[in-house]
């Protein structure tokens, strides 16, 4: 059974920084895509970072620079950091797990494993 628990969240001021992490369990495809996504209220779940099991990464556009995806896989967890945080960052972040071959397009539905989220809250 595959498990997905994400942890880090909180309320930073803008600019400062968070760490989210991802612990998945279960989960041994050798060829993989793991990501982040996140929701803000009222606006549709949208990829925000992913990395396949080449270690190929994708960002959606208005995080790169500031984001950075990385995992480790001895120890099977995923991990976001995110620097520069903005207000328009608020949401709850969720960890998901899916076909390798997803990176590109970061198709929520295209990943059929989820964690519960943990919420990020930015404050200007």
């Known amino acids: 059974q595959v498990q997905v628990v994400e942890s880090g969240g909180g309320s930073v001021q803008a600019g400062g920084s968070l760490t989210l992490s991802c612990a998945l369990s279960g989960y041994t495809y050798t060829e993989y895509c793991i990501g982040w996504f996140r929701q803000a209220p009222g606006k549709e779940r949208e990829g925000v970072a992913a990395i396949d099991s080449d270690g190929t990464t994708n960002y959606v556009d208005s995080v790169k620079g500031r984001f950075t995806i990385s995992k480790d896989k001895y120890k099977n967890i995923l991990y976001l950091e995110m620097n520069s945080l903005k207000s328009e960052d608020t949401g709850m972040y969720y960890c998901?797990?899916?076909?390798?071959?997803?990176?590109?397009?970061?198709?929520?539905?295209?990943?059929?494993?989820w964690g519960q989220g943990t919420q990020v809250t930015v404050s200007s």
């Open positions: 998901a797990a899916g076909d390798w071959g997803s990176i590109a397009t970061m198709i929520p539905a295209d990943f059929g494993y």
